[in-house]
């Protein structure tokens, strides 16, 4: 599953919202400085969605506030 993302880093609150038009907003407090805040970002959905950390990639936008995500669907990935 691939959405689009905003990040809005060095936020006095976190969480994640979806917006009207289907982006994902998410508030995180720490600062865009050596990934911290693509680390706190892939926290927040991996809770969100209720998946491991290592099923979310961020495949596009790692320097940019705007970034495409990626979770892989458990299903995909369970033996029958």
Same mark, same amino acid.
């Given at each position: 599953? #691939? ?5 809005? /880093? !060095?936020?006095?609150?976190?969480? $994640?919202? #979806? ?8 508030? $995180?407090?720490? /600062? ?14 991996? #809770?969100?969605?209720? $998946? ?14 705007? #970034? ?11 033996? !029958?």
């Amino acid at each position: 599953m #691939k959405f689009k993302t905003k990040v809005l /880093p !060095n936020s006095k609150t976190e969480g $994640v919202v #979806k917006e009207a038009d289907g982006i994902l907003k998410i508030k $995180v407090k720490e /600062p865009a400085k050596e990934g911290k805040a693509n680390k706190r970002c892939v926290e927040l959905l991996s #809770k969100r969605f209720k $998946v491991p950390k290592s099923y979310i990639k961020i495949i596009k936008g790692l320097k940019s506030k705007e #970034k495409i995500i990626d979770i892989i669907d458990i299903w995909e990935n369970s033996e !029958n």
